[in-house]
């Protein structure tokens, strides 16, 4: 073995190596910001499903009438609450139980014609509506959820935002 033969990285080894990292970088980075703003679309629309059918299944197991209330009296950005509406007037009132409540979406914003949701006993819905899941990206993706006065919910992938 010789002793002066050296083991490490040279220069040019380096710069290259840096140069690939630079590259997969560049191509990386706008893929994971899109793959994150749409798994934030996906995360909200089912949180809002999910309070859905909670509320649904509790009013039919109670047989009462539970709401599904927005955080603020006009948007649902705010977050929203589930809780049991013993007088059915769709807000949630001081001794009313609550049984979730779900906190304001980070990035994607949730909007629709109404502030609050009721299912009766035989886990009908109060009003029909259909709500939008949008983010400040225009003319993207987003995701609508209709509410059928049956109770049931369906939602739309191919939504484009305005």
Do not use: H, Y
């Not at 609450?81 to 949730?110: H, M, W, Y």
């Not at 509506?129 to 400040?136: A, E, G, I, N």
Request: with cysteine.
């Amino acid at each position: 073995m010789n002793r002066n033969q050296s083991t490490g990285f040279t220069l040019i080894e380096l710069m290259i190596a840096v140069a690939i990292v630079g590259i997969i970088l560049v191509v990386a980075v706008p893929s994971f910001t899109a793959m994150n703003q749409d798994s934030a679309f996906t995360t909200s629309a089912n949180a809002f499903i999910g309070a859905l059918k909670l509320a649904r299944t509790e009013a039919v197991k109670r047989g009462s009438t539970i709401s599904v209330e927005a955080g603020s009296a006009t948007t649902w950005g705010d977050g929203f609450s589930v809780f049991a509406d013993t007088n059915g007037d769709g807000d949630q009132d001081t001794g009313e139980e609550t049984l979730r409540i779900i906190n304001a979406f980070n990035g994607p914003t949730l909007s629709g014609t109404q502030t609050s949701f009721s299912f009766g006993p035989d886990g009908m819905l109060d009003t029909a509506d259909t709500l939008t899941v949008c983010d400040s990206r225009t003319g993207e993706t987003g995701r609508r959820i209709f509410l059928q006065l049956g109770g049931t919910t369906q939602i739309d992938t191919d939504f484009t935002c305005p």
